[in-house]
């Protein structure tokens, strides 16, 4: 079985007017290109195939601010905004996608700002690597100044399920965690650990690909998680009352 992987970054309620949301995508999208080729274009979602490349994202603040209008919900005001693009992919297994959650402020809706990633092909050869998921989740650090962020296989997601605490950072091949979180503890080799800014850090589990299957990845990521812990930085995202 392909063990498939996705990437995201969570924060809690921040309330942000659609201009802030069009500001923030405008800086993701237009760093992701940068990273890999298959970031470059993306395009609403649409009916099929066809109905969504004739509906392109234009990555400019004014166009952005009319999709993230158009993601407002009706119903809820501190629902906030909801944002989603693809990237035109002819096969299923070479697509990305995105679906961004920003501006809420309702205390059981997270913001956040996750990619569903390819699984086979020329594209997930690209992508499924430590420097482009560093790169994507640095890119999305950036612009939306998340709590926590993680690239992840979904196998080892359902692995820690059980022991996970629901709202708090999880453990996968590449993480991001806010500096107000406190400091990153030294971690065992070959873990790496980059600043982005002065704003978080990214720690790489491991420079090549990580998989359930491979028992000395596991282990090392429930090293990781034990340090991270002990180090107080796996709390529970703070929601207001």
Not at 54 to 72: N, Q, S
Not at 215 to 235: F, P, S
């Given at each position: 079985?392909?063990?498939?992987?996705?990437?995201?970054t969570?924060?809690?309620?921040?309330?942000?007017?659609?201009?802030?949301?069009?500001?923030?995508?405008?800086v993701?999208?237009?760093?992701?290109?940068?990273?890999?080729?298959?970031?470059?274009?993306?395009?609403?979602?649409?009916?099929?195939?066809?109905?969504?490349?004739?509906?392109?994202?234009?990555?400019?603040?004014?166009?952005?601010?009319?999709?993230v209008?158009?993601?407002?919900?009706?119903?809820?005001?501190?629902?906030?905004?909801?944002?989603?693009?693809?990237?035109?992919?002819?096969?299923?297994h070479?697509?990305?996608?995105?679906?961004?959650?920003?501006?809420?402020?309702?205390?059981?809706?997270?913001?956040?700002?996750?990619?569903?990633?390819?699984?086979?092909?020329?594209?997930?050869?690209?992508v499924?690597?430590?420097?482009?998921?560093?790169?994507?989740?640095?890119?999305?650090a950036?612009a939306?100044?998340?709590?926590?962020?993680?690239?992840?296989?979904?196998?080892?997601?359902?692995?820690?399920?059980t022991?996970?605490?629901?709202?708090?950072?999880?453990?996968?091949?590449?993480?991001?965690?806010?500096?107000?979180?406190g400091?990153?503890?030294?971690?065992?080799?070959?873990?790496?650990?980059?600043?982005?800014?002065?704003?978080?850090?990214?720690?790489?589990?491991?420079?090549?690909?990580?998989?359930?299957?491979?028992?000395?990845?596991?282990?090392?990521?429930?090293?990781?998680?034990?340090?991270?812990?002990?180090?107080?930085?796996?709390?529970?995202?703070?929601?207001?009352?």
């Amino acid at each position: 079985m392909t063990e498939t992987y996705y990437a995201g970054t969570y924060w809690g309620p921040r309330r942000e007017l659609p201009e802030d949301c069009a500001r923030r995508t405008e800086v993701l999208l237009t760093t992701l290109g940068a990273v890999d080729s298959s970031f470059a274009r993306w395009f609403q979602t649409g009916k099929s195939r066809r109905d969504a490349r004739m509906r392109p994202i234009v990555p400019v603040r004014t166009e952005l601010e009319k999709l993230v209008l158009r993601g407002k919900d009706r119903v809820v005001e501190e629902i906030g905004f909801r944002i989603e693009g693809w990237n035109g992919a002819n096969d299923d297994h070479e697509t990305s996608s995105f679906r961004i959650t920003c501006g809420s402020y309702a205390a059981r809706v997270n913001n956040a700002c996750a990619f569903a990633l390819p699984s086979r092909g020329a594209s997930a050869e690209r992508v499924l690597t430590a420097p482009v998921l560093t790169g994507l989740l640095r890119a999305s650090a950036i612009a939306w100044e998340p709590d926590w962020g993680v690239a992840a296989s979904h196998a080892h997601g359902n692995l820690i399920d059980t022991r996970s605490v629901r709202g708090a950072p999880r453990v996968g091949w590449v993480m991001y965690l806010a500096n107000h979180r406190g400091e990153v503890p030294p971690l065992p080799a070959p873990v790496c650990i980059e600043p982005v800014e002065d704003r978080g850090t990214l720690i790489v589990l491991t420079p090549e690909r990580f998989t359930v299957t491979n028992a000395e990845h596991v282990d090392l990521a429930e090293t990781v998680r034990g340090l991270l812990d002990r180090a107080g930085l796996l709390t529970p995202l703070q929601r207001q009352p």
